[in-house]
Every structure is written in structure tokens, then in C-alpha cells.
């Protein structure tokens, strides 16, 4: 018989009731120290007293109101994202790949609205991952993502990871626009080279051809930058971002330049609890501790000491891990035993990690991890690696 949860999901047997900054406790009491964030969610640690305060005065005032009114909890977020960033106008989603359909629509809107309908064509890379929409999953084109799924969203082609000079020769006079992640997560902790992002600006430029950048997964804080790209230099037409931004509270958005998003005019779009004031509430607080100077720079140093410790291990069990891989606090332990079985053994050392595509265990703390927690998380990476080591000899 079917499971009453739709049985999607492979589920690790852990239950967890209770969490605190990087700590979560199993019903057993166990305690868990949490390397994964909820998939680079909780940037700010479980119950941060900061967003809990947030969250429960926005709820003792107003819980949802519809976008047809004023919200200005949302107002406050997107002046303070267009502060930060290169965008002029934010819309609110609830998710990633809600995002990644509004990001789709708004770039073939504009080349409606500027006379090119017949620009609909979207570029994307192999190994992308973009959500679990029809768009999202069509932009990303893996077949574990798309197998059955069929007809899919039509428009999308896929070129592979890091091939920069094959954009050029695919972009026609029906592309619209180039999706991508600066950092590919599922994927398996891919960075994109600097020098390759700024290629693929210019190139996109040159052709005028919208660029979309996907930081669901690697913005807000994660690369010690708020957003990513910007170690790059450049900035895109559009970018979707998700996860960090609500630090835990269901939250995505759609940032935009004024031009890339010129077609989404009143009617275009819309969502019923995109942007509440219960998940702006929470994303100003998030905003307002991640978005300084300080705390980027605590995320680079905190990066630089967990690579240094990280490289130790790897080299200490080298039958188990093959690289250490990422950038900011968006690490990944490249594996030569299962990447699984790490991740297994890592639950019974109590530690949580999240495997990615690419034989690769991801790591992806609250970005407040402190540097103690960095010590025990890499000792209990190492109990995991020996259990490995063990059960392989
Ligand atoms: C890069 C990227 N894009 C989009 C998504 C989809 O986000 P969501 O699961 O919130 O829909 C994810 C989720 O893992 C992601 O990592």
C-alpha cells in the first residue's frame, strides 16, 4: 500500500525534533551537529533567536494578506535586495523553482514585448539543477529529472558544464536567454571559473542575449559574498534566489534589471503567498545579519580554516576522499568510497551531511558555524571516514 506521504523520497530513519544554531536532536536525544542547513537553508542556525523574534511579532500582528494590498515587510526587502545587488525590482516566490518559472517567463516576455516573439530559446548546462517544476526541470534536462515527464516544457537545450566556447556557436536568433548556476549544488559542488562567468557575460552581451543566474542554492551569504557572481565581476539580466534568503521560512525571489524585466507588467504574474509578511518578516532579518561586511568576511575566514582541516582529512584517508571542492561555506568532499556510505556513517558519528551528484558529500553549514564547531564537525567527519575505511577492507 501506498504511503500516506508520497513516497518520493528516500528518507534517512532520523527524526528530528528540536534545533539549536548547528545542533539538531533526534527523538533518541541524540544530538546531531547539522552540515547540511536544511540543503544550505538555515544560514543563521536552527531557532536563531534573531529570526525567531521576527517571525513570532510578525505573527502576533499579521499572519497573510494577498498582494492585492501594500506589504510592507516585502517593500523592506526588496529596497533592501536592490540596495545590495545590481537588480531594480524583486518579485517574491515561495520556492527555487518558482523562481526558475517566473526567470524563464520574464525572459521570453521581453523579447515578446520588444518584438521577438520568435526569441523563446533558453540555454542551459548539464548537471544544472533548477527545481522540480516543468520549467525547472526542463532548463536543467537531466534525464533522472525529466524521464516520464514527457511532453516536456519545450525550448530548452543543455551544453555541457564548463564548455563556454560551445555558447557561442549555440546561440541562434530564436535564443533568448543562458541559465546558470555559479555554483552547480546537485551537481556536485561545481564552481564556475571566474574567467568562464565573465566569458559567458560578455558572450551573452555580444549576442544580446539575457543572462539568468541561479543562486537558489549558493546566494545569499554561502560564497562569502551575498551573492556569488560577484567574485566574478559581472552582474546578470536576472537571478533567482531561494533557500538562504528565508533562513528556514519558505521564501525564494526573482531579481531583475529594469530592462530584463520591462514585460511583467500588472496581470503578467502573481502568487498568493509570494512575499507575506510572515516570510519577508524573516527575510529582513536575514538580510540585515548577512548583508555586512563583517559577516561576509567571518564566512571567508570560517571558509579558509574548515578547507584547511578538510584537506588534512583528506589526505589522512585517502581509500575514502578524493578532493575537497567549493568555495565560501559550499564544500564539497569528493569521494572514492560511495558517497553515500559517507553520508551514512556520518549519521552515526552524528554528523549530517547532504550527498550531490558526482560521488560527492556536501557541506553546507549555517554560515554562523562557529570555529569550535568547525573542529568537532571535521573529528566527526573523520569517525565517519574510518567506518568507511572499515567496512571496505
Ligand atoms: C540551484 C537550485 N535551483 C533551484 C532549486 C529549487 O529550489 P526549491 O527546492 O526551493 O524549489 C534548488 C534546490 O535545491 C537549487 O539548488
Not at 262 to 287: D, I
Not at 334 to 345: H, I, P, S, Y
Not at 355 to 381: F, G, H, K, Y
Request: hydrophobic letters at 45%.
Amino acid at each position: 500500500m501506498i504511503p500516506s506521504v508520497l513516497p518520493t523520497y528516500n528518507r534517512a530513519d532520523l527524526t528530528f525534533v528540536k534545533g539549536e544554531g548547528v545542533w539538531m536532536t533526534e527523538a533518541d536525544g541524540r544530538r546531531f551537529l547539522d552540515l547540511g542547513a536544511g540543503i544550505a537553508v538555515n544560514v543563521l542556525g536552527h531557532a536563531n533567536p534573531t529570526l525567531v523574534s521576527a517571525l513570532t511579532e510578525q505573527a502576533q500582528a499579521l499572519w497573510h494578506v494577498s498582494n492585492l494590498y501594500n506589504i510592507p515587510q516585502q517593500q523592506t526587502l526588496a529596497d533592501a535586495l536592490v540596495a545590495q545587488s545590481f537588480a531594480d525590482t524583486v518579485f517574491f516566490t515561495n520556492s527555487g523553482t518558482e523562481a526558475c518559472e517566473l526567470a524563464v517567463k520574464m525572459a521570453r516576455k521581453y523579447w515578446f514585448d520588444k518584438g521577438h516573439p520568435e526569441k523563446v530559446d533558453i540555454l542551459g548546462f548539464e548537471g544544472s539543477f533548477h527545481g522540480r517544476s516543468s520549467a525547472g526541470i526542463a532548463a536543467a534536462g537531466g534525464e533522472k529529472l525529466t524521464k516520464g515527464f514527457g511532453p516536456l516544457l519545450p525550448g530548452f537545450s543543455h551544453l555541457t558544464w564548463g564548455d563556454i566556447a560551445a555558447v557561442n556557436d549555440a546561440i541562434t536568433d530564436t535564443t533568448a536567454a543562458v541559465i546558470v548556476e555559479p555554483v552547480q549544488g546537485e551537481g556536485g559542488i561545481r564552481p564556475m571559473e571566474d574567467d568562464d562567468l565573465r566569458e559567458l557575460r560578455h558572450i551573452c552581451e555580444e549576442a544580446g542575449v539575457l543572462l539568468i543566474l541561479d543562486e537558489v542554492q549558493c546566494g545569499v551569504g554561502r560564497t562569502g559574498k551575498l551573492f556569488a557572481h560577484e567574485w566574478a565581476g559581472i552582474t546578470p539580466d536576472i537571478m533567482m534566489v531561494a533557500k538562504g534568503i528565508g533562513g528556514g521560512f519558505p521564501l525564494g525571489a526573482v531579481l531583475a534589471t529594469q530592462d530584463a524585466a520591462s514585460g511583467m507588467t500588472a496581470g503578467t504574474h502573481g502568487s498568493t503567498y509570494g512575499g507575506n509578511p510572515l516570510a519577508c518578516a524573516v527575510g529582513n532579518a536575514v538580510m540585515n545579519t548577512v548583508a555586512t561586511p563583517e559577516f561576509l568576511s567571518d564566512v571567508m575566514r570560517k571558509s579558509g580554516l574548515f578547507r584547511q582541516k578538510l584537506e588534512g582529512l583528506v589526505a589522512s584517508h585517502p581509500d575514502v576522499f578524493e578532493e575537497v571542492r567549493g568555495t565560501g561555506l559550499m564544500l564539497g568532499l569528493k569521494c572514492k568510497a560511495l558517497n553515500m556510505d559517507v553520508v551514512n556513517a556520518g549519521y552515526d558519528a552524528q554528523v549530517v551531511t547532504v550527498p550531490a551528484a558526482d560521488n560527492v558529500v556536501r557541506l553546507l553549514p549555517p554560515l554562523n558555524i562557529t570555529d569550535d564547531e568547525i573542529t568537532q564537525a571535521v573529528e566527526r567527519l573523520e569517525q565517519a571516514a574510518i567506518q568507511v575505511a572499515a567496512q571496505k577492507d
